[in-house]
């Protein structure tokens, strides 16, 4: 099946310091998603990307949907120890004009904010 | 409150005794999934559901076993459990068509030890 290549597999950042971290695959999507995962909960969703190009931000993250289809990263600007967390790209092919929500997931991205 | 619930959210057990983890979503979605997720393999989608009495599998199904008879439950079925299904298990739902389907709600998650 489709794999992604989520990078970096952890990171361990200062309170305040800058995020970035990406999501390859082997073939496209024409939807990438980002989750955070909490210690203990469910992944909730971050942004979502429908468009090659596109550029979106949710307050201090922004993510981008790579133009070959193929990538995306999400950067987190002056992180906050609320950040920590695992963090998960997940791309979707929709087939058939039919979106049922099957869904990819990178290998997770571990991040460590230290005050 | 829109929520997935699953249970039992810890679970230790021994290898070939039958268990069932049960899910439940409050939102009328259609579409439900079951993930597992593993140290470094991200979340990895064992079956999923379109609709009532529509199941397939997804990535890693081997051992599991699933149902839909109701619209709101799907239940995660281990026959006959083994170690290596020792993992940390998420059901999750979207509204499974249009935009907006590929986003996936989780439950808290249910973290099964085969001894």
């Not at chain 1, 790579?66 to 920590?84: C, E, Y």
């Not at chain 1, 979106?99 to 997770?108: A, D, I």
Request: hydrophobic letters at 30%; a neutral charge; one cysteine or more.
């Amino acid at each position: 099946g489709q794999q992604l290549n989520q990078s970096p597999q952890s990171m361990f950042i200062q309170e305040g310091e800058d995020v970035s971290m990406n999501c390859t695959s082997s073939s496209i999507f024409n939807t990438w998603l980002w989750y955070k995962q909490d210690p203990g909960e469910g992944p909730v969703l971050l942004i979502a990307l429908y468009k090659a190009g596109e550029l979106t931000s949710n307050g201090r993250l922004t993510a981008q949907f790579g133009i070959t289809r193929k990538d995306s990263f999400l950067n987190i600007s002056a992180s906050i120890p609320s950040d920590v967390g695992i963090y998960f790209c997940a791309g979707q092919l929709n087939a058939g004009g039919t979106s049922y929500g099957k869904l990819t997931f990178g290998q997770g991205t571990i991040l460590t904010v230290h005050p | 409150e829109a929520q997935v619930t699953q249970n039992p959210r810890y679970l230790i057990t021994v290898t070939g005794k039958k268990l069932t983890v049960t899910c439940s979503q409050n939102m009328n979605h259609e579409y439900m999934s079951w993930y597992r997720q593993d140290p470094g393999l991200g979340l990895r989608q064992i079956y999923y559901s379109m609709n009532v009495e529509v199941t397939d599998k997804g990535d890693v199904p081997e051992g599991y076993k699933v149902s839909r008879k109701e619209k709101r439950n799907f239940p995660l079925i281990l026959e006959s459990p083994s170690p290596n299904q020792t993992s940390l298990y998420f059901c999750a739902s979207s509204g499974g068509w249009g935009s907006g389907a590929n986003v996936l709600t989780f439950g808290a998650g249910s973290r099964l030890t085969v001894l």
